[in-house]
C-alpha cells in the first residue's frame, strides 16, 4: 500500500503540462510578493510615481508608475518587472492612476516586451501578428488582457502606446504560472505545407516560434510549448479564425532535411536530472501521419562541452487501430545535462507535434559530472570516514523519511475515512448542506473589465455580472481569489443521474418502462453490412465506445421507401456510427442495447433518427444520420450576420430570417421529444446538426468530443456536466426535466443570436457559474443573467428570460415557445 501510494505521489509530480486555463494565478504585483528592486523603468515622473507604485489596486505615493514628460507615440518608455524565475504567462491586468480621486491618467493601449535571460527581449504577438494590446477607457477599472499564445519569461516590460502626446500612467499585476520544464529554448526545422487530397491545405509550421527562422527554428520557444494540445485530426484547431494545421509542427517523411528523421535540440536554464518526455503526437493513419518509431537523444552536461557518446533509445509501440493523437513518454534515465539533441525516426509519411514537456529535476551533485556510461565521477576528493558533513546529514535523512511515513499513514486514514463517509451518505437521505466556494478567475474572453467605482461601497444593490455586456460589474463577484460565503444547496454531484452514455455522448432520461427488458428482439432497425462502412474520422469518444464519422455505401438503397435520406445519386453518405469497445462491461452492452432502443423510438424531421445497426457480431455499432454541415455551433460561429459588406467580400453569412428559422426547428424537434416524455438533458448548439438546406436535427454527440470539451465541467474523474446549460435545479438537486430542457433551450437560442462567438457566462469560471445557481436558489434578485444579444429582438429575448425564470411552473412550454417563435417568423 505505501508503495502504491508512493508511486502515485511521484506520478502526480512528475506532470509538467501546463494548462493555460488553469494557470492563472496572481504572480505578486498587488500583494508585494514582487519586491520594489524587481521593478524598474525607463523614466519616472516624479520619485512618488515610480515603478514600485505600479501595484494594482494598491493608492501608494501618487498612485501608479508614470513615465516622465508627455508620451509621443515614437517613444518607449516601459515598466520592467523581474518575475525571479521562469514564468508560464497567460493574463495581465492593468488600472490607470485613480489616486483617490484625483488622478485622470490611463494608457489607452501596450506592447509587451519579455526575456528569458534578461539579454534578449522578444515582443509579444497575438495568432494574428497584432502586437499592440488594447489598454484602459478610464482609470480606475481594470482591464484583463489573455495573452494569445502565453509567453514563458522571467523578465516583462509593458510599454504603453499612444497616438496623440500624452500623460499615461499604469498600475499592473501579471498572472500565469512557474515554469517548472526550464526548457529556455528548442531548435527544430521548419514545418512543411501539407496537400491532403479532397482536404484543405494544412500549413504545419510554428506559427509563434519566438526564435530565429533561417531554414530552421532556433534560439526560442512556440507552439510546443504553448500548452495546447492538438485534436485527434490535425486539420482541426482550437483557436478560431486561424488555418487548419495550425495546432501541429509537422514534417514530411522525404523533404530536405528530413530524410527519415528529424532532429531537434533543447536547452534548459540550468542542469538537470532527466526523468522522462513526454511528446504529444498525432496519430491519423488514415492521412499517412503516424507517431514516431523511435528516438535518440543524446546530452550535454554544459553548453561549451561536446555531446556525450552514449544515447537513449526508445522505440515506440505503433498502433494502427487506434487514430487518436496521444503522448507518448520517452524515458530518460535520470541522465545529467543541460542540453539535449533528440532525434526522432519516422514510422509513416508525415510525423506531427503539438506538445512537448520534460520531467527532470535539479542536478543535486553540481560538482558531479556523468560519464560516456553513465557512472559519476567525482571531481573532489571522497569524503573520509570521519567527515562531519556526512554524520550531519544521516539525521535530516532519517527525519524526511519518517516524515514521508506518518504523511503516508495520514493519507491512508483520510481515504478510509472518506469511504466510511461516503458509504453513510449514499444511505441518508438527499439533502442540502451548506459549502464555502472559493473562486479563482478562470475566464476564457480575451477581455475582462472588472470596475472599482469611485464611490463609496454600495448598501442593498444586488451584483451584476462582469462586464462585456452586463450590467454594472460587482467588485465582490470579480476579484480574483475572492471567497463567498453560500446559503446554497451543495453541488448534487451524489444525486446526478448518469449523464453520459457507453459512448460518451449523452443518454436521453426516459420513463422506466420504456426500457425494461431489453434484449436484441427489441431492436427493430434493420441489420446493414458492416463492411460497407468506411471510417473517415473519429468524432468522440467515451468510456466504452466510440463515435465516428463514416461513409456508408449503398445506404439509401438498403433501407428502400421511405428513407430519410436525400437522394445522393448512388455516392456513399455521411453518418454517425457509434460503436461499442471490445473490451466493454456487460453493464455497458446492457446500456448500449437500451440506447438503440431509445433511438429507435425517435422519428420526427427535427431529430437525428437511428438508420440501421451492426448487431449480429462485435463491436455493436448503431448508424445514425449526420448532416453535411456539421454541428450548428461551428456551423455559426464561421459566419457574420448578413450585409452588404458580407456580399461585396463573399464572407459566408445568415439573416435574421435563417437564425429565426433554426430556433423554430429547434424548438419543434423539442416539442416532439417532451410529447414522449423524454428529457434530452445537454441540449447546446454543439448538439444540432446543420444539413445544406439550413434544416436543423438535434442529435447528442456534444458530450464525447474533445473539440467541446471546455464546455463540459468535470466532477473528479466522473461524469462530465454541461453546467453553463443546465438550470439551477439540475445542478444543485440533480433534477432533469422537460423544464430545465427548457432553460437549456433558452441558453442555445442566447447562443444563435450570437453566432456563437462565445460561451455563456465566458466571464465567469465554472466555479463562479455554480455559485451563480446559487444566487437562483437563493432568489435575493443577485443572480446574474445572460445579456441580450444585439442581434435580438427585444421581444425574443423575453422568451429567454422566461426559459430561465427561478419557478419551474413559470418556465414556458415548448408547445408555448415553438408557437411563439412561429409568430415571430412571420412577422
Given at each position: 500500500m505505501l508503495l502504491f501510494l508512493l508511486l502515485i505521489l511521484q506520478t502526480s509530480a512528475a506532470v509538467g503540462q501546463?494548462?493555460?486555463?488553469?494557470?492563472?494565478?496572481?504572480?505578486g504585483m498587488e500583494d508585494g510578493r514582487v519586491k520594489d528592486k524587481d521593478i524598474t523603468a525607463s523614466s519616472k515622473w516624479y520619485e512618488t510615481t515610480g515603478p514600485q507604485f505600479a501595484r494594482l489596486n494598491r493608492e501608494e505615493g501618487d498612485g501608479a508608475w508614470c513615465p516622465e514628460g508627455q508620451l509621443q507615440h515614437s517613444d518607449s518608455q516601459y515598466l520592467q518587472v523581474d518575475l525571479s524565475v521562469l514564468t508560464f504567462l497567460t493574463l495581465v491586468g492593468t488600472q490607470g492612476r485613480y489616486a483617490r480621486g484625483l488622478g485622470k491618467e490611463f494608457a489607452r493601449a501596450y506592447r509587451l516586451n519579455y526575456s528569458r535571460d534578461g539579454l534578449t527581449w522578444k515582443a509579444w504577438k497575438?495568432?494574428?501578428g497584432n502586437t499592440v494590446i488594447e489598454g484602459n477607457k478610464n482609470t480606475y477599472a481594470i482591464v484583463y488582457k489573455e495573452l494569445h499564445p502565453s509567453i514563458i519569461a522571467r523578465y516583462v516590460r509593458l510599454i504603453p502606446v499612444t497616438e496623440l502626446s500624452s500623460t499615461v500612467c499604469m498600475r499592473v499585476e501579471l498572472y500565469g504560472c512557474p515554469w517548472h520544464d526550464g526548457l529556455i529554448s528548442y531548435s527544430a526545422p521548419e514545418g512543411q505545407l501539407m496537400m491532403p487530397p479532397g482536404y484543405p491545405p494544412a500549413s504545419l509550421n510554428d506559427s509563434i516560434y519566438d526564435g530565429t527562422h533561417e531554414r530552421s527554428c532556433s534560439g526560442g520557444l512556440g507552439q510546443l510549448t504553448d500548452g495546447v494540445v492538438g485534436m485527434d485530426d490535425f486539420l482541426l484547431t482550437h483557436e478560431k479564425q486561424v488555418w487548419s494545421g495550425y495546432d501541429y509542427l509537422g514534417w514530411r517523411n522525404d523533404s530536405q532535411g528530413t530524410q527519415g528523421h528529424v532532429e531537434m535540440e533543447f536547452v534548459f536554464d540550468r542542469q538537470r536530472n532527466f526523468t522522462s518526455m513526454k511528446v504529444h503526437s498525432n496519430n491519423l493513419f488514415t492521412r499517412g501521419v503516424k507517431i514516431f518509431s523511435s528516438v535518440s537523444c543524446w546530452f550535454k552536461p554544459r553548453l561549451i562541452a561536446n555531446w556525450e557518446q552514449e544515447t537513449v533509445t526508445f522505440r515506440t509501440v505503433l498502433d494502427d487501430r487506434n487514430p487518436s493523437a496521444r503522448y507518448v513518454t520517452v524515458p530518460l534515465n535520470q541522465r545529467t545535462a543541460k542540453a539535449l539533441r533528440c532525434r526522432f525516426y519516422f514510422a509513416d509519411v508525415w510525423m506531427m507535434f503539438s506538445e512537448i514537456s520534460f520531467q527532470s529535476g535539479e542536478n543535486p551533485h553540481p560538482d558531479l559530472k556523468t560519464s560516456t556510461h553513465g557512472e559519476l565521477k567525482v571531481k573532489s576528493a571522497a569524503p573520509s570516514a570521519n567527515d562531519p558533513t556526512?554524520?550531519?546529514?544521516?539525521?535530516i535523512l532519517i527525519g524526511c523519511l519518517v516524515t514521508i511515513i506518518l504523511l503516508l499513514v495520514v493519507i491512508i486514514f483520510l481515504i478510509l475515512w472518506c469511504q466510511c463517509v461516503c458509504k453513510v451518505l449514499e444511505k441518508a437521505p438527499r439533502r442540502i448542506l451548506d459549502e464555502e466556494v472559493t473562486i479563482r478567475l478562470s475566464s476564457c474572453s480575451d477581455t475582462i473589465i472588472m470596475q472599482t467605482p469611485p464611490v463609496p461601497p454600495r448598501t442593498g444593490h444586488a451584483p451584476a455580472a462582469c462586464g462585456g455586456g452586463y450590467a454594472e460589474p460587482d467588485v465582490t463577484q470579480c476579484t480574483p481569489h475572492q471567497s463567498f460565503h453560500s446559503n446554497a444547496p451543495h453541488y448534487a454531484e451524489t444525486d446526478i443521474i448518469r449523464l453520459q452514455?457507453?459512448?460518451?455522448?449523452?443518454?436521453?432520461?426516459?420513463p422506466a418502462l420504456t426500457v425494461d427488458s431489453l434484449t436484441r428482439k427489441d431492436i427493430s432497425a434493420a441489420e446493414f453490412p458492416r463492411q460497407q462502412l468506411i471510417f473517415r474520422e473519429k468524432l468522440g469518444e467515451g468510456q466504452f465506445g466510440e463515435v465516428h464519422l463514416c461513409e456508408a455505401e449503398g445506404l439509401p438503397e438498403f433501407l428502400g421507401e421511405g428513407s430519410p435520406l436525400p437522394d445522393r445519386d448512388s455516392r456513399p453518405v455521411l453518418v454517425a456510427v457509434k460503436q461499442l469497445r471490445a473490451d466493454a462491461t456487460l453493464q455497458a452492452r446492457n446500456d448500449f442495447l437500451k440506447e438503440i432502443k431509445i433511438m429507435s423510438r425517435l422519428d420526427d424531421p427535427n431529430i437525428i433518427r437511428l438508420l440501421c445497426v451492426c448487431v449480429s457480431s462485435d463491436p455493436l455499432c448503431m448508424v445514425t444520420e449526420y448532416m453535411e454541415n456539421g454541428d450548428l455551433n461551428m456551423f455559426l460561429s464561421q459566419r457574420e450576420i448578413e450585409s452588404t459588406l458580407t456580399h461585396a467580400n463573399s464572407i459566408p453569412s445568415v439573416s435574421l430570417c435563417d437564425l429565426l428559422h433554426m430556433a423554430v426547428q429547434i424548438s419543434s424537434g423539442m416539442k416532439y421529444l417532451a410529447s414522449l416524455n423524454f428529457v434530452h438533458r445537454d441540449l447546446a448548439t454543439r448538439n444540432c446538426l446543420v444539413d445544406r438546406r439550413l434544416t436543423i436535427k438535434i442529435a447528442d454527440f456534444g458530450m464525447s468530443r474533445n473539440l467541446y470539451s471546455s464546455d463540459y465541467y468535470r466532477i473528479q474523474g466522473r461524469a462530465v456536466l454541461p453546467i453553463r446549460w443546465m438550470a439551477w435545479e439540475s445542478i444543485l438537486l440533480g433534477k432533469?426535466?422537460?423544464a430545465s430542457d427548457v432553460w437549456a433551450f433558452g441558453?442555445?437560442?442566447?447562443?444563435?443570436?450570437?453566432?456563437?462567438?462565445?460561451?455563456?457566462?465566458s466571464l465567469l469560471s465554472d466555479e463562479q457559474v455554480i455559485e451563480n445557481t446559487g444566487e437562483f436558489f437563493r432568489n435575493q434578485g443577485r443572480q446574474i443573467f445572460l445579456y441580450s444579444p444585439p442581434l435580438c429582438p427585444p421581444s425574443l429575448f423575453e422568451v429567454m428570460m422566461r426559459c430561465w425564470s427561478r419557478n419551474i411552473t413559470d418556465r414556458p412550454t415548448f408547445d408555448g415557445i415553438y408557437q411563439t417563435l412561429r409568430r415571430h417568423v412571420r412577422e
Open positions: 501546463i494548462d493555460p486555463g488553469h494557470c492563472r494565478f496572481p504572480l497575438n495568432r494574428q556526512e554524520e550531519t546529514n544521516t539525521p452514455g457507453v459512448t460518451g455522448s449523452n443518454m436521453y432520461a426516459v432533469f426535466t422537460t441558453v442555445t437560442l442566447w447562443e444563435i443570436f450570437t453566432l456563437c462567438k462565445e460561451q455563456p457566462y
